[in-house]
């Protein structure tokens, strides 16, 4: 059970490598760029989570993650040498999985520390959007999470789902809250479903 | 005196979680946009402060400041769709009041878990800067601190009011290093008090 | 021994101090900008290695370090003042120095705390590297980091020159590894050596 989470989280942090080398990509950066684009979504979010929760870093002791984010970025690289573009919703779809993955694994950590539900639910938001954000600050791009269609909300969602399932079967709990996750995110993606946005100077409503 | 800090520091969060709400308005967020910008600016910065000092996080083990900081947030956007437009300045005096709050309390944080005085000063400064630092750096604005009038001069002014005071009277410090901080940052408001600004090729001076 | 890396600890917060005060006055911020930046580039990186090694953050505890670079930003400025304007290259050779000193000794740290060599090197590249980086996303700069000439690249060399040799001849070790990083970035910039760039739609290679 253990070393099965073991490996989902790597699993995550290789997806989010790659959308992290996707960015790089399109943002013409360099070799160092893409490892830095690559780690910080990879493995950001994970890192305020630990810190905030006082656990250890859970890479610091373990240098696998970096082996991980360094062989999916290389390999994103070969794949996209292959190819002359990447379609326009690669990077939404990388960027879903490592959201669905993330979500659940963060709320999962604070739950096996037996933090309140909330909490549990803030970190696996937290874990899930945070990396994403720092890449696109890096980047220079409007953080998605702020800006596009339900991203966090799918977080909490599925959260939500993990952590009330979670008393009942904590593997299947896994499943259908990183499912939830993932499908909530890639049909606000297919359909553009927007939380209402607020503006100045509102007529409608 | 335990629990009228506790609910002090509420203030302070709710007044900063209305001052993200406000710029999250402005940049026309979604829902979830509101609360990320809402919240890293009520905790933002005193999660910087206890991970430097190596305490608890203070909202990681009361999930109370996540209801204070979404309760705040949603009875604002509530208040916002009663009128047709906020005052320029509302956001700048939202901002002034969380300022003074959190100035001494993270201050007073420091003090209670004996670090020296420049320390406790800095830690003032940061609790109350940095949270709306992260927001105007996720909401892609200059950040305040760094090009408005008299912003974080006044943080470490009203600090070390605190800090000489507080061996005399605690509570009396609070208030009136608040109340400093306060005002200060209101009347720089006012009048447009900036410190000198570096320029290069500068002739005056 | 102990005593020595404590003073060259110091070096580097004071040059990487300098290099912030070169940017905020390029980006004509007031005093407190100045001492924002100055300080987030000096400490910034070391805070985030102390953190995720959970390692005492190295200056909560020893104001000193906050009195080197309040001290250095204040000759920066007195230096500027006489000068009627900076060389294009002083921000690049403060920033190069500083890096060379923190790859170092963001590495020894690590080390000393028996982490394995990945790590170490990780840690160095972070310590040099992440406090420039904050430096300019709060100046609203492309972090120079993910855009220039060789950067991280040679904190990785530098670092791992150390570790390697840190085993037989500790102090030798930091000069070796540093000068490394030093040369290895300035030569450059002296002549703008690049890792590929990732394009789309490249037809080259």
Redesign the interface.
Known sequence: MEIFFYWFDHLGVAVFAISGTLL???K??????????AGATAIGGG?IRD????L??FW??D?TY??TIIAAAVLT?FW??LR???HQKTLLIADAIGVAFFTVMGAQKALMAD??A??CV?MGTITA?FGG?IRD????D??M???SE????TCIVGASVYVLLAAFNPLLALFIGGLTTLLLRLAAIRWQW????????SDS?
């Open positions: 790089a990509f399109r013409n950066m360099d070799g160092f760029g893409v490892i830095v684009l890192t810190l905030i929760l006082d250890p870093v610091a002791h240098p970096l082996y690289i996209l040498r002359d573009y990447i933090f309140p909330i909490i803030t959007c954000m600050v890096l980047a220079r409007v953080p999470v702020l800006k339900l991203y966090a909300t927007h939380l209402p946005v607020f503006q100045e100077h409503r």
